[in-house]
């Protein structure tokens, strides 16, 4: 393979860059510049180029297979300059057999010498796109292989279960000295049970990874819109004495006490003549019925403007004016309010399991589907056992797709196109 090169730190100016170096000939490039420095032992030296100094540079090198790649690798950590960064990258590309990498290629590179899986190489991705604390702990752990732990556990049991199915098949005519039945139905119960639980919390893994929503619902002038912007702390919508002002959902993301949440802000509810703010008031209703909760603003003495269903917070808005829970012009009662929401959004994010993308939960739901029609089979006592040994196999097929084991090249052109080069 080729030896490949980058800025792995990030572009611009900055006080330290690094530049990774991965490949058969990593090693060899810091002999281009100074002398050999020891593994794993940071180096400061004078990286000297054509008889000119290029910088000053902490050098370290990763001999394989011990390296983030899993191939020798080098890392020169040196001066954030624009300058500096061009003129290491551009000697770089002066030697035999050196290209720059493309974007995912480091990563790339470690799924295929098997230092990383598929799931733990998109819990990096989501590691590096992570905005709050509750994505960075949720990032960090699939990353870490929790996903791969788990399957390689559930793969090991079924394919000893499948073995057991296939032994009754092969010794179909003669009597099998023990009975197998037990310790199958034992095995493929065990999976199913914890991979349902996996699902169950596959739900809320995949809130905490996109965001919550969180719609603010309430009559017209009841001060949506005037709540958005003191939680956004900009003025993300216009406000105004005039019922009927917001006509759009309006959206902010933003991080509510470690949580990724979206605001949407609604047009009030009311029956209207407006055909304009009409259709305002059913995106509004729509949008509220798929956000994740609902904010239902009321006016003392008033009724709620729509049915709260479980978790929704009903409060009453504009303590300034006639009391009540909060106000969002001077701020009273504004803490108590985000602590209630970010309780329910905690509670629901507490309960996360580790399948954090659609293709995670569609790979288990296709092992579930498999497996349940394997204990069918099995509590007919092995009627059909060869049948119960395909579906046990589709079962450990969809587990090895999730890893990266198998089918799953149609998936790399897409995942790594999202990583920066020296990724």
Known sequence: METIFALASAKGKSGVAVVRVSGPRALESVEHFTKKVEPRRASLRKLVFKGEVLDEALVLAFPAPNSFTGEDIVEFHIHGSQATIAALLSALGTFDDFRLAEPGEFTRRALENERLDLTQIEGLADLVDAETDAQRRQALKVFSGAIGERTQIWREKLIRAAALVEATIDFADEDVPVDVMPEVRELVGEVLGQLRSELKGSASAERVRDGFEVAIVGPPNVGKSTLLNTLAGRDAAITSEIAGTTRDVIEVRMDLNGLPVTLLDTAGL?????????????????????????????????????TPIEDDIVVVSKADLDGGDFSALTG?????????????????ASGAGILVRRRHIEAMQKAEDALESSLVGIEDGFVGAELVAENLRTAVSAMDSLVGRIDVEDLLGEIFSSFCIGK
């Open 270 to 306: 009311r029956d209207t003549d407006d055909k304009v703010e009409a259709i305002g008031v059913e995106r509004a209703l729509v949008r509220a019925k798929e956000a994740d909760l609902r904010l239902i603003l009321r006016r003392q003495r008033d009724e709620p403007a729509m």
């Open 332 to 348: 009273e009662g504004i803490d108590r309010l985000v602590d209630k929401v970010s309780d329910v959004l905690a509670e629901r």
